[in-house]
């Protein structure tokens, strides 16, 4: 019996009701009826419905499928532009080339690093905004909210032409994007905690598997259909890069729509019902004497994995965009395709091993195959980078973003979740996942660097070098198989009340 169960049961135990008359009567019920009565039941103690709980995960799933879109239609538009002007698209490399096209005076590469930096920036913001309104409101307000955000900035990215002037035109793709990034970093902590505790209640067994899912698996498959989308856009309007930028961005308002819809079905958690700081002040200086060590380790793996990661995946387009021969977008497209989909298969192992083995040897496992997978691209680069062996290149370097997604790319996200009481669980993922971005951030402005001092064969084995940290930073980490949610948040209330604290947390 879960300790959900144990705590909440209005029944007696199972071998106790086994010999009374009223139980044999209950065993002779269709099984519909007995799960209706049941329903009732959690009804009654507080519990939503395994329907509501199903929604939940749902509505989370596909709200991080949503961001991943999100993340890779950057990874798409920022893709570098070579300095030369271009009169023929067809030759180009990204959609950036539409903007640089348009007006090559304006979209310097000052513009182009601000226009990319905006969604990463506006994460940020989201990500610690909306990680303390999660908490101190709701899961459900805050989710709703980031999604009508996400709603809003891809509508103004989609009809950016509209607007005259070519830099008012960058300026307000520059606002959209940061808008998007406000709601898409939101939707971290809020989907996280609300998919956990809706998880808890009746799939407590899964709740591993099930976040790698909400999360890891969403964000990667998304990955591969707006470059699904891409390719097929580019074929149909023969490489007219304007028709592709406006198919990948309309496809990306009706997404979170969708989620927003999704959302009335939604009901906050039990656990969050039970314990939260609705009414009362949040005792900073308690939280963090308590979980300062746990919040230096989520953070510390969070900003080394993100600070490979995100670059890396941004280097992709570029290094194959120099290996095609002729630069054709179309051919770009096509291997990006393929390298997202080879990705694909990581958080699916992820899922079934953060339970077999545990989190952090999941993690372990991951940090393991980026080292060696790192240092041999690294060695092997000149010979990989050339057109001949495109094939063997991308095969290789999807399989090293396959085991960051199966280890720290999977499970970092979810020993955040399950690392803090539910009453501060979405900001102690959001301040985790905020040093993710900060990570993101400066790993892309060094990578630059590193690559023009040391060639661009140095960059893997940094990569390399920092994941022999991240393994390190893993053995410390808090092992979340086995953790009990509801007795973590009982010891939380325990602990303020022997240090003073008066306040009550319970909503309901």
């Known amino acids: 019996m879960g300790v959900t169960e144990a705590h909440y049961s209005t029944t007696a135990p199972a071998e106790v009701l086994a010999e009374t008359p009223k139980a044999a009567e209950d065993e002779k019920r269709p099984e519909s009826v007995r799960t209706a009565v049941a329903s009732e039941l959690d009804i009654e103690v507080g519990k939503n419905t395994r329907a509501t709980s199903i929604w939940v995960v749902v509505g989370s799933a596909l709200a991080n499928f949503s961001d991943g879109y999100q993340n890779q239609l950057v990874n798409i538009m920022t893709c570098p532009v070579r300095s030369e002007p271009q009169a ?35 994460a940020v913001i989201g990500i610690l905004m909306f990680g303390f309104t999660s908490d101190r409101w709701s899961r459900k307000g805050g989710m709703f909210i980031t999604s009508g955000m996400v709603t809003i900035g891809s509508l103004m990215a989609t009809l950016v032409f509209q607007v005259n002037g070519t830099s008012q035109m960058l300026w ?4 959209a994007r940061g ?10 902590p809020a989907s996280a905690a609300a998919a956990i505790e809706g998880s808890n209640e009746h799939f407590d067994t899964y709740r591993g598997p ?17 470059n699904f989308i891409y390719v097929m856009s580019l074929l149909g309007s023969n490489n007219n890069l304007i028709i592709s930028y406006h198919a990948i961005n309309a496809i990306s308002i009706f997404i979170p729509l ?4 999704l959302r009335l079905k939604m009901r906050d958690g039990l656990l969050f019902r039970r314990s939260n700081f609705k009414h009362n002040t ?11 060590l746990r919040i230096l380790g989520t953070s510390s793996a969070f900003f080394l994995y993100d600070f490979i990661n995100f670059p890396n995946s941004i280097m992709s387009s570029a290094i194959i965009n120099q290996m095609v021969p002729t630069h054709n977008v179309l051919t770009v497209g096509i291997w990006q395709l393929i390298l997202a989909a080879i990705v694909v298969p990581g958080p699916l192992v992820g899922m079934y091993l953060c339970n077999r083995i545990g989190r952090r040897w999941t993690g372990i496992v991951g940090w393991t195959g980026y080292i060696v997978l790192g240092f041999i691209i690294g060695g092997c680069y000149s010979h990989l980078t050339t057109a001949s062996n495109i094939p063997a290149f ?5 399989l090293l973003q396959c085991m960051g997604h199966m280890g720290p790319g999977a499970t970092i996200g979810l020993m955040s979740v399950e690392s803090y009481p539910t009453a501060v669980r979405g900001m102690g993922y959001g301040i985790s996942a905020a040093f993710g971005k900060a990570g993101a951030a400066i790993g892309t402005q060094v990578f630059t660097p590193i690559r023009d001092a040391a060639g661009p064969s140095s960059t893997f084995y940094v990569a390399g070098g920092v994941a022999v940290v991240g393994c390190a930073v893993y053995w410390f980490l808090p092992e979340g198989r086995d953790l009990d949610l509801e007795r973590e948040d009982e010891e939380f209330e325990m602990y303020l009340r022997e240090n003073g604290y008066q306040g009550a947390m319970k909503a309901e």
């Open 88 to 122: 023929n698209l067809d030759q180009s490399s990204s959609t950036n080339v539409v903007f640089k096209h348009l007006e090559s005076d304006y979209y310097t590469s000052s513009v182009q690093t601000r226009i990319s930096n905006a969604l990463l920036v506006g």
């Open 210 to 226: 099930v976040i790698v899912f909400i999360s890891t698996l969403m964000a990667t498959s998304a990955a591969v259909v707006v």
């Open 172 to 175: 307000y793709l520059t606002i």
């Open 258 to 261: 969708l989620v927003l819809l």
């Open 394 to 398: 991308v095969v290789l370097y999807g």
């Open 179 to 188: 808008l998007s990034g406000v709601g898409v970093g939101g939707e971290y």
């Open 282 to 292: 949040i005792p900073f200086p308690l939280i963090l004497r308590r979980y300062w």
